[in-house]
């Protein structure tokens, strides 16, 4: 069975993939598909083992963009290495590096020595027959499980609401869990994070603290080494209006939610985030139902350590914004708010 958690960004499946990862039974994997490109992660052509690795390994520039110059990204946990020095918990990589994507934060996620799961995970890559890529994801999952010790994966990735009707055209059996929260709390949480507030700025042409909009700034170069002043830190350095994060919110659902409804009841849960944070042992067992991942273990059962993982329910940002401009998000999210809540 291939087991998906799908959401918007910024919709709590971070701490959902970290509740999975204590079932000692299961491989967790954070971020593998959303920072693959997306003109070739679902191309239903063959491709060899090395055309595979180059396309996992690559780097993700919008990523490389925001860690060069300085931000920290809570989801990026490769542990960089401090000055010419290897960090003493396995990383060998400065931050002014380009980082191959799966060390990005899914191998990190899985190993204190990441670096040595990369490489290994390389060689196996190479050594793969030509076929299609979703054969290769299933192989390498199959190989990180048995590697790990586990019996059974699945993957999450921010945004994946997105794309989930690629994910369903491939994996026409898998089963989805859908987390999701509330519109406007999830525009303003993507509003203060650095690796949301540069794409959505750019994709909705959105006017910055300057007055100026992202289109009337010079062109920018993702690759090029930061420089005071330059376009990409003053979109970083921003905070757009709310309602374009809501829009971006809204088109995410609008987007995704038709294809989930579209497949038999027995493939999709729908679960919230209000939901999984007040009543954390409950979901996850019944999340655990759904995907047939063993509730409990030797020793102490891991669904309550995976409950101890939440620490309450997060404050409302409701509050941090004028009513006008809150009222101009909730507008911004309300298409994809009637879609949620329609019976």
């Known amino acids: 069975m291939e087991r998906f958690v799908v959401g918007t960004g910024r919709c709590g499946s971070t701490l959902l993939s970290r509740m999975l990862g204590e079932s000692p039974g299961t491989v967790s994997l954070f971020e593998f598909f959303n920072g693959l490109d997306m003109a070739e992660r679902f191309d239903p052509n063959p491709i060899s083992g090395a055309a595979l690795l180059d396309l996992i390994a690559r780097e993700q520039p919008f990523v490389t963009a925001v860690v060069r110059r300085g931000y920290s990204v809570e989801e990026i946990t490769y542990p ?17 590096e380009a980082l191959p994507w799966i060390l990005v934060s899914m191998l990190p996620r899985l190993s204190d020595q990441p670096d040595a799961l990369f490489e290994a995970l390389c060689r196996f890559a190479r050594s793969l027959p030509a076929q299609p890529p979703r054969n290769h994801y299933l192989a390498l999952f199959a190989w990180l499980c048995e590697t790990l010790g586990r019996k059974v994966w699945v993957e999450r990735s921010g945004s994946s609401i997105d794309y ?19 519109g406007p709390e999830v525009a303003l949480s993507m509003r203060e994070h650095h690796a949301y507030r540069l794409p959505i700025s750019l994709l909705y042409d959105a006017p910055l603290n300057s007055g100026l909009r992202v289109s009337e700034l010079p062109p920018m170069d993702l690759s090029a080494a930061p420089e005071p002043g330059d376009t990409i830190s003053q979109i970083l350095e921003s905070r757009p209006p709310p309602e374009y994060f809501g829009r971006y919110w809204a088109d995410q659902i609008l987007r995704g939610k038709p294809a989930l409804d579209a497949l038999d009841a027995s493939q999709v849960l729908e679960v919230s985030f209000e939901r999984l944070v007040s009543q954390p042992a409950g979901v996850l067992s019944q999340i655990a139902a759904f995907f047939e991942i063993e509730a409990t273990a030797a020793g102490p059962n891991w669904i309550d350590r995976a409950a101890a993982l939440v620490r309450g329910i997060p404050p409302l940002r409701a509050g941090e914004i004028e009513g006008p401009s809150y009222a101009r998000l909730v507008e911004a999210c309300s298409p994809a708010t009637q879609l949620m809540t329609a019976p």
């Open 80 to 96: 960089f290495a401090s000055g010419d020095k290897e960090s003493p918990s396995g990383g060998g990589r400065r931050r002014d």
């Open 164 to 182: 989930v009707a690629d994910l369903i055209r491939l994996y026409p059996e898998a089963r989805f869990v859908h987390l999701h929260r509330a």
